[in-house]
T-cell receptor
Framework: GDSVTQMEGPVTLSEEAFLTINCTYT??????LFWYVQYPGEGLQLLLK???ADDKGSNKGFEATYRKETTSFHLEKGSVQVSDSAVYFC??????????WGAGTKLIIKP | ETGVTQSPTHLIKTRGQQVTLRCSSQ?????VSWYQQALGQGPQFFFQ???????GRGNFPPRFSGLQFPNYSSELNVNALELDDSALYLC??????????????FGPGTRLLVL
């Protein structure tokens, strides 16, 4: 069945460092791909999405490109801030419209 | 515009009891989905309701059930609680368009602890 694998955390970086959180997927067909963020004590928020191959989703300085050849959707940001500390989830939506989630990656940004 | 709300925020129950969790969808949304998020894991899909009909179900035992009301609010019911049911229960709503995807907007969740 469909699945999502993302890098284990926590990922600890200094402020202004470059961020990459890896995400790979297994799915039949052509799923849509998402990154969600969960700030401490809050619900899940959609960060960005891509619905077809080579699409790039972007929001709040974060980017991710849908790579069909490598079945990947890695999350990147050029310069992280302390306020980016959160748990990041990669997810896919398959043909049955259900969201399949990765386990989440905790990001800790130190000033 | 009011977002997705869930009640209660926290709940403690004992094994064997029954629990009902509630969700009010965002204004104008007619699709509701429920997820279970165990500690340190990603959410797992329970079921989705579209205009009061079940529109998909995950791999969970029948003691987990749900329903959607005419105002599109929803309930998740769990019978015969087990210790492993301790988790964060998330509700998400989507705006109308049947047969295609719309972004899901999540509530803050209900944290259930089963002792």
């Amino acid at each position: 069945g469909d699945s999502v694998t993302q890098m284990e955390g926590p990922v600890t970086l200094s402020e202004e460092a470059f961020l990459t959180i890896n995400c790979t997927y297994t799915a039949t067909g052509y799923p849509s791909l998402f990154w969600y963020v969960q700030y401490p004590g809050e619900g899940l928020q959609l960060l960005l999405k891509a619905t077809k191959a080579d699409d790039k989703g972007s929001n709040k300085g974060f980017e991710a490109t849908y790579r069909k050849e490598t079945t990947s959707f890695h999350l990147e940001k050029g310069s992280v801030q302390v306020s980016d500390s959160a748990v990041y989830f990669c997810a896919l939506r398959g043909s049955n419209y259900q969201l399949i989630w990765g386990a989440g990656t905790k990001l800790i940004i130190k000033p | 515009e009011t977002g997705v709300t869930q009640s209660p925020t926290h709940l403690i129950k004992t094994r064997g009891q029954q629990v009902t969790l509630r969700c009010s969808s965002q204004s104008g949304h007619n699709t509701v989905s429920w997820y279970q998020q165990a500690l340190g894991q990603g959410p797992q899909f329970f079921f989705q309701y579209y205009r009061e009909e079940e529109n998909g179900r995950g791999n969970f035992p029948p003691r987990f059930s749900g329903l959607q009301f005419p105002n599109y609010s929803s309930e998740l019911n769990v019978n015969a609680l087990e210790l492993d049911d301790s988790a964060l229960y998330l509700c998400a709503s989507s705006p109308p368009t049947r047969g295609s995807y719309n972004d899901q907007f999540f509530g803050p969740g209900t944290r259930l602890l089963v002792l």
